[in-house]
């Protein structure tokens, strides 16, 4: 019968090697081995599983790198060619055979015998500006209001008869009043739709505030003396990003259609934006000839309010928690 010590020997190694103490570290047995998890890795993983959301985002992604470049790169001038009769309201062959084949002609000439597609990115590059800087404005400052706001009675007391006057009054008109009243700048309309245009926000998100406000969590922490603004950033906005993400989407391109609804009725900024593009070329949808001075702002227009809400709409499915399981 083999020896029972023959069981624990193994050739080349004594006791001491093979039995050896394991010192026990209270801290090191708490760690998790797990792989590390990153919400926002998770997020993109899900939006890029969609071969559709990559299309549109590269799109996306270029129109408006496309935007902010192209102009840089040449001289626009709009009245270059304002004496020239022969310039004027050109179709692209024709524009193309009068100034040469290369890329500023390929959607003919405007009014003033300019390059529409010149016009149209630097036009571009102004109302995406536009959009971007009202948007970061309204929904930083709606969305920390808001939270405030959901999470503490006595400010929900004071902000909701603001709201109840702010809120009845027709959106439209008082940009158009404010507009009318200040120089019709890019500042001044980034003023007007961003002087009341994060209240709207901020009352969406109070409203979902208040339905996770009195959870068990926050409940806790504001028994603890948490302040309620720390409880406001930490505990329900992070809970609440799928949320922002498609409120966002939903805000960028629709600064964008205001801005270009305003300048087709007259109203809107003097710089060159879409809408002031549109609105000049107003005339030229009608006429034989001359509906490229007008369709192609407006298709390059729709262009980017689709994306960046589809887009927009898309990462914020994918951020929601939910779509990860």
Same mark, same amino acid.
């Given at each position: ?20 103490? $394991?010192?026990?570290?209270? &801290?090191? %047995? ?7 998890? =990153?919400? *926002?890795?998770? @997020? !993109? ?123 009845? $009054?027709?959106?439209?008109? &008082?940009? %158009? ?7 019709? =700048?890019? *500042?001044?309309? @980034? !003023? ?134």
């Amino acid at each position: 019968m083999e020896n029972k010590d023959s069981l624990f020997t193994v050739e080349g190694m004594t006791d001491e090697e093979l039995f050896a103490r $394991v010192d026990h570290n209270s &801290l090191e %047995s708490e760690k998790i081995t797990a792989p590390r998890y =990153s919400y *926002w890795r998770s @997020v !993109f993983r899900v939006f890029f599983k969609k071969k559709i959301n990559i299309v549109i985002l590269s799109l996306l992604a270029f129109i408006i790198l496309f935007a902010y470049i192209y102009p840089s790169l040449i001289s626009y001038d709009r009245f270059g060619n304002l004496l020239d009769s022969t310039a004027k309201h050109l179709m692209p062959g024709a524009a193309m055979k009068k100034f040469g084949y290369n890329i500023h002609w390929i959607l003919g000439s405007g009014a003033s015998g300019q390059s529409t597609f010149d016009a149209i990115w630097t036009g571009s590059r102004i109302s995406i500006s536009l959009a971007f800087i009202c948007a970061a404005i309204n929904m930083t400052v709606g969305v920390l209001v808001g939270a405030i706001w959901g999470f503490s009675k006595k400010i929900d007391m004071f902000m909701m008869e603001v709201y109840n006057i702010v809120g009845n $009054v027709p959106q439209i008109l &008082l940009i %158009s009043v404010l507009v009318l009243i200040l120089s019709p =700048s890019f *500042w001044s309309m @980034v !003023f007007a739709l961003t002087i009341t245009g994060w209240l709207f926000i901020a009352y969406f998100i109070r409203t979902q505030v208040i339905i996770i406000r009195d959870r068990e969590y926050n409940l806790a922490s504001k028994c603890l003396g948490t302040p309620i603004t720390r409880i406001a950033t930490k505990n329900i906005l992070p809970f609440m990003t799928s949320v922002i993400v498609t409120l966002l989407a939903v805000e960028i391109p629709s600064y964008i259609s205001y801005e270009v609804f305003l300048a087709y009725i007259g109203m809107g900024m003097s710089d060159m934006s879409l809408g002031r593009l549109i609105y000049e070329a107003e005339s030229a949808m009608v006429t034989p000839g001359w509906q490229f001075e007008f369709w192609s702002p407006v298709v390059i227009a729709s262009i980017i309010t689709v994306a960046l809400y589809v887009t927009g709409q898309n990462l914020g499915d994918a951020s929601d928690p939910r779509t990860h399981m």
